[in-house]
């Protein structure tokens, strides 16, 4: 079974370790043997989080420099900070609102790499849906919109179904699908 590296970044209170646990919960009911990994920077709220997600043929749980294919950040600096995680070739989604996403001084690493770049804002669709912290869940959506990682959009979905508290099942799923329209209306856009 390949191996699958997955980077998650953001600041400490958004969900970063939520957004880990629905990948990892998915990956593993799909049949992935799965590996995480939690490094934090100042231990409290607004403080630089990060989570390794390993998929597959591993044998230990952090990712190293330059072999994830995938990273997923909340927070658009956090981003810029792990970009060294990524391996030539791999996608990036980041939650942000900036019209200048990427910065103009990362876009020639990006080139040279050839990392695919993504962004939504996903704190905007959040708030909008009365959820402002759950900018992970429009993210989650939005990557899963396009196919390319390791679980499908439907595990995912079926894993916010069910580890999301009663309270909290309804406004996850509505945020996640938002997320989820948001790529798709991205596809049909850039195939037409």
């Excluded at 998915?26 to 990060?50: C, K, L, W, Y």
């Excluded at 330059?66 to 970009?83: P, V």
């Amino acid at each position: 079974m390949k191996t699958i590296n997955i980077i998650l970044s953001g600041l400490g209170g958004q969900g970063i370790l939520f957004m880990t646990r629905l990948l990892a919960q998915a990956a593993h009911d799909h049949g992935f043997p799965v590996m995480v990994a939690e490094t934090h920077g100042m231990a409290q709220r607004g403080g630089s989080v990060i989570s390794h997600l390993r998929l597959g043929d591993i044998e230990s749980s952090l990712v190293r420099t330059g072999t994830a294919h995938f990273l997923l950040s909340l927070e658009e600096n956090e981003g810029y900070r792990n970009l060294p995680f990524l391996s030539k070739g791999a996608k990036m989604y980041v939650n942000t609102s900036s019209r200048y996403f990427p910065r103009e001084e990362v876009k020639e690493f990006l080139e040279k790499r050839e990392i695919i770049y993504r962004s939504i804002p996903g704190g905007t669709i959040a708030q909008d849906l009365g959820a402002p912290r759950s900018s992970n869940l429009a993210l989650l959506g939005y990557f899963s919109a396009f196919d390319e990682g390791p679980v499908t959009y439907k595990e995912i979905k079926m894993t916010i179904d069910k580890v999301s508290p009663k309270r909290f099942k309804d406004i996850n799923l509505k945020v996640f699908e938002a997320g989820y329209k948001k790529g798709k209306d991205f596809n049909i856009d850039i195939s037409d």
